[in-house]
């Protein structure tokens, strides 16, 4: 599995930016879709997530501000990220699960200027 994550970048506080992930391998519904961001020192968080059916789930410190979508047949995610904070400066990772395997890509760096 390779999850190839582009569209990070730096942006000032306010500005948006747009993630998006291109998975290889199968295409299946079964897969939960999502991205973490992680800043040094810090573990790897959840920003959001997406079931295979459309279900999302945020953190609660993005709820209002991201958006993520998923588009199957393609196989990508994307995070729409607006109204950007200094502290949503972090490296970007997009996530592919079933149960306990979990599959991370390279991650992309976000940084917001104040």
Excluded at 24 to 37: C, E, F, K, N, V
Excluded at 94 to 101: I, K, L, Q, S, W
């Amino acid at each position: 599995v390779q999850l190839q994550a582009s569209g990070g970048g730096l942006v000032q506080a306010g500005g948006s930016l747009r993630l998006s992930c291109a998975a290889s391998g199968s295409r299946s519904r079964i897969y939960l879709m999502g991205w973490y961001r992680q800043v040094p020192g810090k573990q790897r968080e959840l920003v959001a997530s997406i079931s295979g059916d459309g279900t999302t789930n945020y953190a609660d410190s993005v709820k209002g501000r991201f958006t993520i979508s998923r588009d199957n047949a393609e196989n990508t995610i994307d995070l729409q990220m607006n109204s950007l904070k200094p502290e949503d400066t972090a490296v970007y990772y997009c996530n592919r699960r079933y149960g306990a395997v979990s599959y991370f890509g390279q991650g992309t760096q976000v940084t917001v200027s104040s």
